[in-house]
């Protein structure tokens, strides 16, 4: 475990790159070998809208990077925290407690707060409008809602009371977590099912991206699953009767242009496509 510390503690920001570039090639390899869905899409355009929103993401984490920083720092110093407040206990078990929480704080609830509130939800909204899911999707968030989550991260950082180096191994984790669970590839229904009693599985992912209520409104989870168990937000779907995207979205021109989709925010309301 010193070794995993020691290594999160310090690393480059090369490595974290690389480690995000690394997993959308090997998933992209994956769900181009053995798919769920056929999709009949450009791969290379629908990649480059998202590619763009994962690099915007990265823009805005490093930007606001040093409040993240300064705020471990500020809690580790100062004591301060939930983690901090816990009886010292075995490194192991300090460190699946701090990741649970940071996924509650600063994943579900972020997530769950976006579907319920209006204004939230319309810069959400451009994530759901995906109607090809795949590797690449993980990351579409509109520029805003990379703000917001980095708020809430920021949030569960102090609360939980987390040192940098698991706030790192924390988003290492949940980066491979979401390729994994966007990505458009099939596992044995079993396997899959026995995953998502533990983490984000694909099957258990791609259900809250079925394109009506409630489903759409189900399945929060970033990289553990027993928040949506227990919080009574987890459903199930059959993976043939999956339709991807969200129906007020449901044209090309409305969920597959870069220009609309940074704009949809700031639009009007829609009804659903009929």
Not at 40 to 57: D, E, M
Not at 124 to 144: E, K, M, Q, V, Y
């Amino acid at each position: 475990m010193n070794e995993i510390i020691n290594y999160f503690s310090t690393i480059p920001s090369s490595h974290r790159a690389l480690i995000l570039a690394g997993g959308i090639s090997f998933f992209w390899m994956i769900e181009t070998a053995v798919p769920l869905f056929k999709f009949s899409y450009n791969k290379w355009q629908h990649a480059g809208i998202n590619i763009f929103f994962t690099v915007t993401t990265m823009i805005v984490n490093f930007c606001l990077a040093v409040i993240l920083l300064k705020s471990a720092d500020w809690a580790t110093e100062n004591h301060f925290g939930l983690l901090n407040w816990l009886p010292k206990m075995n490194i192991w078990l300090y460190t699946i407690i701090g990741l649970l929480l940071l996924d509650l704080i600063g994943a579900y609830l972020i997530h769950l707060i976006e579907h319920k509130i209006k204004f939230l939800w319309r810069f959400h909204l451009i994530h759901h409008t995906d109607t090809w899911i795949d590797t690449t999707s993980a990351n579409r968030h509109h520029p805003g809602e990379s703000v917001l989550r980095f708020i809430f991260t920021t949030l569960g950082v102090l609360i939980v009371g987390t040192p940098m180096w698991m706030v790192f191994l924390y988003q290492t984790m949940s980066v491979v977590a979401t390729q994994f669970n966007h990505a458009n590839i099939v596992l044995p229904k079993k396997a899959d099912n026995f995953l998502s009693y533990f983490i984000v599985s694909p099957d258990m992912h791609k259900v809250h991206h079925h394109y009506v209520l409630p489903y759409t409104d189900s399945n929060y989870g970033n990289i553990f699953s027993v928040w949506d168990r227990l919080f009574g937000t987890f459903k199930t779907l059959d993976r043939d009767k999956l339709v991807y995207g969200v129906d007020t979205h449901m044209k090309p021109e409305e969920n597959n242009r870069l220009g609309n989709l940074l704009a949809i925010p700031f639009q009007k309301r829609r009804s659903p496509n009929p």
